[in-house]
């Protein structure tokens, strides 16, 4: 069904989490679904810097296109 493949999917993108925000396609994300990933309590990730990482490079990509 298609809420087994919802809860399916968060819990890929909560377990690998810090592999998928390398794609480029992640900064392509609304800033609500950056939101909600973000607060997750579920999300797995070693180092917390890494999350601030991600969110100072979705921030810059927001700027620049606001710039254009």
Do not use: G, P
């Not at 390398?22 to 607060?39: I, Y």
Request: hydrophobic share 50%; aromatic share 10%; charged share 15%.
């Amino acid at each position: 069904t298609c809420v087994e493949l919802e809860r399916v999917a968060q819990s890929f993108i909560n377990q690998h989490f810090v592999q998928l925000v390398r794609h480029d396609e992640f900064l392509q994300l609304s800033v609500d679904e950056v939101c909600a990933l973000l607060s997750s309590d579920h999300i797995q990730v070693c180092i917390h810097s890494f999350i601030h990482s991600f969110i100072h490079s979705f921030i810059y990509k927001i700027l620049v296109i606001l710039s254009l």
